[in-house]
């Protein structure tokens, strides 16, 4: 088996980095970009324009289309990700695991910072996908809710399993069974998202908080507490809270989580519901506690020594964003080789060591550590087995689901 071995940096230029990525990503805001963008146009409307359009409704899967693969002529791969979301060297200029990768395998990787939007991403590719055109791009990384829709579309390629043996191997238990995409015949997953509880040590004043009911009714927390626009993450911490599944609820359940959630606006307990601007409103103090992303709480976490974070006794909610291959790529080998070239425990090191999201591949502590210790004791970054049982997991959506539950979450947080 071939080995990869990383440029070591010094422990200076790790934490300048570090430093560098946490000013951008503060005013980036690409975690609300990323997550709030699975409502809004596509699901108020959106699902019936496909249709509209020729497009076969969601949940019809045809499986994927492949095409004449040129992987073993041309050493080339064109990948697709959201900014911010790869290593890089202290020149801020060049990618040190794509590197590796590319002198490996001489495999040049075409990368492309070129998603800012689920829905706008899925408006650039449609068009030649619903044609059954190549769409330039051999390999893109999209949240598994538009993830699941590709796949159902039937417009993403089936992995091949003998080109991923350390992706099979290495894939953690938390992320091997999506509902969307059982036994990940058709994604494995680049980062994982976690929703927990964050909160500000002084602004809580003495008052503890254990829980989302506490969030919502602590009298002492009144117009001090933010939840998040994301739909998926408020109703599915709700649900939690109310001892229901989020992957297996009924629409009598998302109803009472929503009137469970409107009395409390109602009362005003809750201040706002935010994308991740919530991290100034912690920061300051403004919110005492509030649902945050577990890569927010990591930065925070790190300038602020009052802010911190909870796993409730009832769960959290771990969602993901995904690698896939879609219909007509040129190199889906090369797409392969790539994806499963970050399931190797030092690649996926190097990278978490970056990023600071949960990264989805076992064994990779003892690398992470040699880059970042602290990184490799945060549970945001690798759950242990106890905070991974507390994983859930906000089902898949029918079409018709989606529309109702978006329109009633909108009128709840009045967007």
């Given at each position: 088996m071939e080995q990869y071995e990383p440029d070591r940096l010094s422990a200076a230029q790790v934490a300048a980095l570090?430093?560098?990525?946490?000013?951008?990503?503060?005013?980036?805001?690409?975690?609300?970009?990323?997550?709030?963008?699975?409502g809004g146009a596509l699901a108020v409307g959106g699902l019936g324009a496909l249709s509209g359009c020729g497009i076969p409704a969601a949940g019809k899967t045809r499986g994927g289309v492949s095409a004449e693969d040129h992987s073993a002529k041309e050493k080339t791969v064109s990948f697709s990700n959201w900014t911010e979301y790869m290593d890089v060297d202290d020149s801020g200029k060049r990618h040190p695991t794509l590197d590796a990768f590319t002198a490996r395998t001489g495999i040049k990787v075409r990368y492309t910072e070129d998603i800012n939007d689920n829905n706008e991403f899925f408006g650039k590719i449609k068009p030649q996908l619903a044609a059954g055109q190549e769409t330039g791009r051999d390999l893109i990384c999209v949240t598994d809710w538009l993830a699941a829709r590709l796949i159902r579309l039937g417009w993403v390629q089936k992995l091949d399993p003998s080109n991923l043996p350390h992706a099979f191997a290495n894939l953690s238990s938390q992320f091997r069974t999506p509902d969307w995409d059982p036994g990940r015949a058709y994604s494995y997953p680049w980062q994982g998202i976690s929703t927990v509880i964050a909160y500000n040590r002084k602004a809580l004043d003495g008052v503890e908080v254990t829980s989302v009911s506490d969030l919502l009714d602590h009298p002492k927390l009144k117009g001090r507490v933010g939840f998040l626009t994301e739909m998926r993450d408020t109703v599915g911490m709700t649900l939690l809270d109310m001892g229901k599944d989020p992957g297996k609820f009924t629409d009598d359940d998302y109803d009472a989580a929503i009137a469970r959630l409107q009395k409390a606006v109602d009362r005003g307990q809750i201040r706002r519901f935010t994308g991740n601007d919530y991290t100034s409103d912690l920061t300051k103090g403004d919110f005492a506690a509030c649902l945050a992303w577990a890569g927010d709480v990591v930065q925070l976490k790190a300038d602020s020594p009052d802010v911190d974070f909870l796993i409730p006794d009832s769960g959290y909610l771990t969602s993901s964003d995904n690698l896939l291959v879609p219909n007509k790529a040129r190199h889906k080998?090369?797409?392969?080789?790539?994806?499963?070239?970050?399931?190797?425990?030092?690649?996926?090191?190097?990278?978490?060591?970056?990023?600071?999201?949960?990264?989805?591949?076992?064994?990779?502590?003892d690398e992470l550590a040699k880059i970042d210790e602290d990184a490799a004791n945060n549970p945001l970054i690798l759950p242990d087995k106890t905070m991974q049982a507390k994983s859930r997991a906000f089902r898949s959506l029918s079409s018709k689901e989606e529309t109702a539950y978006e329109a009633k979450f909108a009128k709840l947080t009045g967007a």
């Open positions: 570090r430093r560098s990525f946490r000013n951008g990503r503060a005013a980036l805001t690409r975690r609300s970009l990323l997550r709030a963008s699975a080998t090369n797409a392969e080789r790539l994806i499963d070239y970050y399931f190797e425990p030092r690649a996926a090191a190097q990278l978490a060591a970056y990023i600071n999201y949960v990264c989805p591949v076992d064994g990779v502590r």
